[in-house]
């Protein structure tokens, strides 16, 4: 297959791009900083050059979207929003002008826009879109009204020929440097991987092998279209979460932290204590209905094969 990846350039792109030009499949990454051949350049937002790729390709997979791990601040906010919004809408009507439109259009989400919960978790079907939960902090609205926009662009596409899949993405364990798991396992390291704020809070993740092995499902499988979770089928409380990254490393102690720690914690890191607090309990509830088998659905074997491919 041919298989368009805008926005290809960043941790979870690097690894579909990698996998799936190993499967033996063309990839072309649209991105503002082309270096490779297979790069073509794109600003995110206007209709250009670029959506000669789209035409006659097989697949898109639109990753395109700028870093939540910052400050939520007003600035941050909206470039999250556009970045999101206008680069979903451009792919929309590239797939929409094109004569020969690709037949699936996988979109990238996020399990954010599931509300904060202690409770059962969340499947497609089950979970209540977020915002206004009276034990969050207002704020926290504001990254689920995001990811509802980002949604929206895809659903309002006039592109009936093309399938379209929502990917809501818990967060992506790899072994890359700077990934969620690499600063998780430094946190551990230092003596600070402990519970914060009590630990009660879900954790949802995905193993990155799971996370390839699921877009090639998907690319596949003609009968799965709207939103689908990509989460491993257990999810945990933090405290247990990194508990299991501390044996496995062998670290007999992890101090907890409490919520204003968390916040010093995140004001230095220039992130934002969303990213920790907010417990997102959620599972792929029509990946397995739909025959999805994970290779790791639970996760003090996912991160014990994590930390055997860091030392590599």
């Not at 093309?162 to 364990?173: E, G, I, Y």
Request: charged letters at 25%; aromatic letters at 6%; a positive charge.
């Amino acid at each position: 297959m041919r298989i368009v990846i805008p926005g290809g350039t960043g941790q979870i792109g690097r690894i579909l791009d990698k996998a799936l030009t190993e499967d033996g499949h063309e990839v072309v990454v649209l991105t503002r900083r082309p270096r490779r051949d297979q790069e073509i350049y794109w600003d995110g937002r206007s209709l250009g050059r670029w959506t000669a790729a789209i035409d006659g390709a097989d697949a898109v997979v639109n990753l395109a979207g700028s870093s939540v791990n910052r400050r939520y601040t007003e600035e941050n906010l909206r470039d999250m929003m556009d970045s999101r919004v206008h680069s979903a809408r451009a792919v929309g009507r590239a797939v929409a002008g094109a004569r020969r439109p690709p037949r699936v259009w996988l979109q990238m989400s996020t399990a954010t826009i599931y509300s904060h919960t202690y409770g059962a978790p969340h499947d497609e079907d089950t979970g209540v879109i977020g915002g206004g939960e009276p034990d969050a902090p207002a704020y926290w609205e504001r990254s689920v009204r995001i990811a509802r926009a980002w949604e929206r662009e895809q659903t309002d596409a006039a592109t009936p020929r093309t399938r379209r899949v929502a990917l809501r993405c818990a967060m992506v364990m790899s072994p890359e440097s700077g990934g969620a798991f690499d600063q998780l396992v430094r946190l551990a390291r230092t003596g600070f991987g402990g519970p914060v704020d009590g630990g009660s809070q879900y954790l949802s993740w995905i193993h990155d092998h799971d996370l390839v092995r699921s877009v090639r499902f998907l690319l596949d499988r003609e009968d799965v279209s709207g939103p689908v979770n990509l989460a491993a089928p257990a999810p945990l409380p933090q405290r247990v979460f990194m508990r299991t990254i501390r044996r496995a490393k062998g670290i007999p102690v992890g101090l907890p932290a409490t919520r204003w720690m968390a916040e010093l914690g995140a004001f230095a890191l220039r992130s934002d204590t969303e990213l920790l607090l907010k417990s997102r309990a959620v599972v792929p509830g029509r990946l397995l209905a739909a025959g999805f088998g994970f290779e790791h659905p639970h996760w003090p074997a996912a991160a014990a094969d994590l930390l055997r491919r860091m030392r590599r």
